[in-house]
């Protein structure tokens, strides 16, 4: 009796699809996606309370009106962030099986939402610099006319323009990484797609 039931497991396990197994490289890649992900929110929030708390703290402290806008426009900033983190991180959080397709789908999914986030975090930059110049030009006192004042009128707005070369050098930079990644997934994809029918 005992010998039927192993003949057939046995039958079941032979005539049960052969999945492809992942390449460990793709496993590892997904894995520490996941982890910095899971790093990436603790550090979002980590900013909300900074940034959020930190200028409503600052409004309250303050006896300048202007400050409580500066509040208000932080909640607002950091709101449309946490908005845009959250859809377009749905559903790329983990894989829904343990396939090599599964982990190859979701690599780009990945990928293609971290591009999505470069515009974003484009967009928002530009409009906290707008924001931020604007307010501090109009809290000043005795202004200069406003072009010399933008082009290095200060240490102050010397550090804001390097701040942004660098951050748009390091968009720059990370986008090509992600749109060549992202051409070595899909290459890839298409070769485990005849494979696979």
């Not at 607002?76 to 962030?81: I, R, S, Y």
């Amino acid at each position: 009796m005992s010998t039927d039931l192993e003949l057939e497991a046995w039958r079941e396990q032979w005539q049960a699809p052969v999945e492809e197994p992942i390449p460990a490289e793709l496993r590892r890649k997904v894995e520490r996606q996941s982890r910095l992900m899971k790093i990436g929110l603790v550090c979002d929030a980590l900013v909300t309370l900074v940034i959020g708390g930190g200028s409503t703290a600052w409004a309250v402290m303050s006896r300048d009106p202007g400050m409580a806008l500066v509040a208000v426009a932080s909640w607002l900033f950091l709101a449309a962030a946490w908005m845009f983190v959250i859809v377009a991180n749905r559903g790329i959080w983990e894989p829904t099986a343990v396939d090599a397709a599964t982990f190859l789908d979701l690599s780009v999914r990945r990928c293609q939402a971290a591009l999505t986030g470069v515009w974003f975090a484009a967009t928002l930059f530009v409009a906290e610099i707008v924001f931020g110049l604007s307010w501090a030009y109009l809290h000043m006192e005795g202004r200069p006319p406003i072009a010399r004042w933008l082009l290095f009128g200060s240490v102050r707005i010397d550090i804001v323009w390097l701040c942004t070369i660098v951050f748009f050098a390091a968009l720059v930079w990370y986008r090509s990484r992600k749109r060549r990644e992202l051409a070595q997934l899909l290459n890839l994809s298409a070769e485990i797609t005849p494979k696979s029918m």
